[in-house]
């Protein structure tokens, strides 16, 4: 079976790292270690390659449809939400008084790593089951967690988010979906979701969509939105389903991740659509947002799993594939030779270290955000802070780097294969499809670059960029203590100032009130920062990778370190200087995608 996903690689960021142990001196998770967690790994691993993996083509030639007010998906969906259940795996992080295990949510993103990198098209199920019964459990009242969660926990019930309308798009102020109390301790909702991810199907009993909507006389705005429960079917005094009124109304067919349904849903076409306030009214937005930011972290995940998995089967072409000759030093080529494998070529490598340094950075990176939320759950006081901040800040970054960059490592991969990339007997324009939409999940990257530049940077008067940093500053000195490394401290040191710079330019204006101009380019300054960032964690790979050379006490061969130094260099090579070419645009007094009164672009 062909390789998508490198344990080693995982295991090492895991262990060596990001040091996954140093969790487990917590109460909530000291019941755990590395040989559990390696064991999960390993049974979500042989689950990946028995189950998903061999129906990854299958579900694109296949994908889920619409028919008699139905969707109609691959059968794999219900036995991974089956297995899901038997396995923990959708009620691993939970706490223990709702039926969890309290697992690390880093340990957790590993097997999803794992299995999205298997099969794509099916993660998004379990994972968003996952986020809906965590905002249940946060914030909906007892008889809400004991009615609902269970059912979720165990993969019976599936979970969703309803959040975008036909009119409205990502504009959720603009949502007009209806709750009215009643008397009977419910709400009646009248309205319609579109593209909403797993939203139906015959593998689970019922759905319990978390939606948001307006009740009856709500200020406008975003100020007006409140959250409910409304199940596809609703549980009955004698503990029955029986149908709420929830109508599947069709599903959006999609050029890539096609056997993840995505649908149209109409609430109370019938007058009959019952719904449960979650929390207080008026809130809604602001719990949602706990979902919406785990399912930014869930989205970078995929990205990152798409590129691993395209990563892996162009290296594993290059390396069967006998292709031309490589050049003499004296300029010309020996056409007595025999054909050399492609891999053997210079341009391909680089597009194979191009590949590489960007899933791995995006691993890294990912692993280091749910750090910081396992370590934001139970530290406290000004430590506590500092994990929250700093989550904040990486969390636009997680999503976006991984899905914009993966796309970019996908499209090498298949640049690799050369005309072959681009036909259907190969798997590489799968992923390039695939991964396309990653971007656009749970907000677009330009959603995502404005909530990084015009929230993030500038949170408690910068207080999370001083802190990132402090971070960085360690990873320079602890890297300025390997001769070898120094050099590559240095142009990290640089970078940082030159950052600096353009947020010297930059926050003035929002400073004068020139919001607008402020934002113009904040998709620009998100490519600019996150190249800084994952610059900084290869790096930290990099020194990580030394000292365990020089300690002598090498979990794995010399070679898989060195090749992290290598990766590291080929990345302060290749990327690490694009910050160079973009800075002058950010900081450039041209005002050019502003739009002047009367002006008319043709």
């Not at 297995?83 to 949510?105: C, H, R, W, Y």
């Not at 109508?247 to 999609?254: C, E, M, N, S, V």
Request: net charge negative; glycine share 8%; aromatic share 10%.
């Amino acid at each position: 079976m062909a390789e998508y996903v490198n344990m080693d690689t995982l295991r090492f960021q895991l262990e060596q790292v990001h040091q996954l142990d140093t969790l487990f001196q917590y109460p909530r998770y000291q019941e755990y270690d590395l040989e559990a967690i390696n064991i999960f790994l390993d049974a979500v691993k042989d689950f990946s390659d028995q189950e998903l993996y061999p129906v990854f083509r299958e579900m694109d030639e296949k994908p889920a449809y619409y028919e008699d007010g139905k969707i109609i998906v691959h059968p794999t969906v219900g036995r991974t939400m089956e297995k899901m259940g038997e396995l923990g795996v959708i009620a691993a992080t939970f706490d223990q008084e709702n039926g969890g295990l309290q697992m690390p949510s880093m340990a957790l993103l590993g097997a999803y790593f794992i299995m999205e990198a298997a099969n794509n098209h099916v993660m998004g199920y379990p994972g968003l089951t996952d986020g809906a019964a965590k905002l249940i459990t946060a914030f909906g009242n007892e008889y809400l967690k004991e009615a609902y969660v269970p059912n979720m926990l165990s993969g019976q019930w599936a979970g969703t988010m309803c959040l975008t309308e036909p009119q409205a798009g990502s504009s959720l102020s603009d949502i007009t979906t209806t709750a009215y109390p009643t008397d009977e301790g419910y709400y009646q909702v009248k309205g319609q979701k579109i593209f909403i991810s797993g939203g139906d199907h015959e593998y689970n009993e019922n759905f319990i969509h978390l939606l948001l909507a307006r009740i009856e006389g709500a200020p406008a705005g975003t100020k007006g939105i409140s959250l409910f429960v409304v199940p596809k079917k609703r549980i009955a005094e004698d503990g029955s389903l029986a149908p709420n009124d929830v109508i599947t109304a069709g599903d959006f067919q999609k050029m890539g991740q096609r056997g993840y349904c995505t649908t149209h849903l109409v609430f109370g076409e019938n007058d009959d659509c019952r719904a449960w306030l979650v929390g207080e009214p008026h809130k809604g937005l602001k719990y949602m947002f706990q979902m919406m930011n785990d399912a930014r972290i869930s989205v970078g995940r995929g990205g990152l799993s798409i590129a691993s998995a395209a990563y892996h089967a162009s290296l594993q072409y290059a390396k069967e594939r006998p292709q031309g000759r490589r050049v003499m030093d004296s300029g010309k080529k020996d056409p007595r030779q025999e054909p050399v494998l492609i891999i053997e070529h210079a341009d391909v490598r680089r597009m194979l270290l191009l590949q590489k340094v960007i899933y791995e950075g995006s691993l890294s990176l990912l692993l280091l955000a749910s750090k910081y939320h396992d370590l934001e759950k139970v530290t406290e006081g000004e430590e506590k802070q500092k994990n929250r901040l700093l989550l904040e800040l990486l969390t636009p970054v997680a999503k976006t780097y991984p899905t914009e960059k993966g796309r970019e490592a996908v499209d090498n991969g298949l640049q690799v294969l050369g005309g072959y990339g681009y036909c259907s007997d190969f798997v590489l324009q799968q992923y390039l499809r695939d991964i396309r939409i990653m971007a656009i999940y749970e907000g677009t990257t330009g959603i995502q670059s404005l909530d990084l530049l015009g929230r993030k940077i500038t949170m408690d008067n910068g207080k999370a960029l001083k802190l990132l940093a402090q971070e960085m500053q360690q990873t320079i000195g602890s890297a300025l203590t390997f001769d070898g490394l120094k050099p590559y401290a240095g142009q990290l040191g640089e970078k940082m100032k030159l950052s600096q710079k353009v947020l010297d330019f930059l926050l003035p204006l929002a400073m004068k009130g020139e919001y607008e101009r402020f934002l113009s380019d904040a998709t620009v300054f998100m490519d600019f920062f996150s190249t800084l960032v994952v610059g900084w964690l290869w790096l930290d790979m990099a020194v990580v990778a030394k000292q365990e050379l020089v300690s002598g006490r090498e979990a794995y061969p010399a070679e898989f370190y060195e090749s992290k130094v290598h990766a590291m260099r080929f990345f302060f090579k290749y990327e690490l200087p694009k910050m160079e070419g973009l800075a002058p645009t950010l900081m450039s007094e041209e005002v050019l995608t502003i739009l002047k009164e009367k002006e008319v672009i043709a």
